[in-house]
């Protein structure tokens, strides 16, 4: 096995873009891959959260850029991703991250919530992607989606939200293979159960977070610095031959199931 300062793990000279990058698991990531060399694109819906993300990124050494950005807007998208790639010189890695959820019993989701976190975590989640892809045409490159647990598992009071996370992994599996020839991997992180804003209706019932502690064999739920190590391994060229999968990062709970 390679030591984590083997120079395959170095994101030295890399250039990253990251959406939902203003909070959690976006912010993690954006840091995560300029303290290994990267500098990063940060793309978001909020200015002062961006702003902070940048503050850190600067204190890494390395450059951040701010984009203020819906991903529901293909157009919006594709403009951001080119004004970031002209402005770093290129692009070599893209995390789709942005996501939103919001926990309402099936009998009561009506087409504006579908529509809103559909939108967000599988259209926003495709154009990102197909942005990403046109920059690294001819020079490879490196994507990374958010899948989920509920990508393969059933969560009640979450079917919207598992409806897109199930197509992301299908969106994630065909790009790998239409894109392999011109040496872009895509392949998806899906966190298992990490406490984020999105989250935060689960983890408020007592009940639920002793339910769901006993089911992860790990003993507890994951920090964002967890994943870290995970997006720098796809994101650099360790992973050079990994394209198509979906790394679990979930203290051991989808081999439990």
């Not at 969106?171 to 991997?185: C, G, K, N, Q, S």
């Not at 935060?200 to 870290?228: C, H, N, Q, T």
Request: with cysteine; hydrophobic share 50%; proline share 5%.
């Amino acid at each position: 096995m390679l030591p984590p300062s083997h120079p395959q793990f170095s994101l030295a000279g890399k250039r990253a873009l990251v959406t939902g990058a203003s909070r959690g698991i976006g912010r993690a990531l954006a840091i995560g891959l300029a303290r290994a060399g990267s500098d990063v694109a940060l793309a978001a819906r909020d200015p002062a959260g961006l702003e902070e993300t940048a503050r850190a990124i600067d204190a890494a050494g390395r450059r951040a850029l701010q984009v203020v950005l819906d991903v529901r807007d293909p157009a919006a998208v594709r403009a951001a991703v080119e004004t970031a790639a002209a402005a770093m010189g290129g692009l070599d890695i893209a995390i789709a991250n942005a996501g939103t959820e919001e926990v309402r019993a099936s009998l009561e989701v009506d087409e504006a919530l579908w529509d809103r976190i559909v939108d967000t975590n599988l259209k926003g989640a495709f154009f990102t992607c197909q942005a990403a892809a046109r920059p690294m045409l001819g020079r490879g490159g490196a994507i990374l989606t958010l899948a989920s647990l509920t990508s393969e598992r059933g969560v009640p009071t979450a079917v919207p939200y598992g409806a897109s996370k199930a197509g992301v992994l299908g969106m994630t599996r065909a790009l790998a293979a239409e894109w392999a020839p011109h040496a872009i991997r895509v392949n998806a992180l899906a966190p298992g159960y990490f406490r984020t804003a999105l989250t935060e209706p689960f983890y408020a019932d007592p009940d639920w977070s002793r339910a769901m502690l006993a089911k992860i064999p790990g003993g507890r739920f994951g920090s964002f610095d967890d994943l870290v190590g995970a997006a720098v391994y796809l994101a650099s060229d360790a992973a050079r031959y990994v394209t198509g999968q979906i790394l679990y990062v979930d203290g051991g709970i989808t081999a439990a199931l």
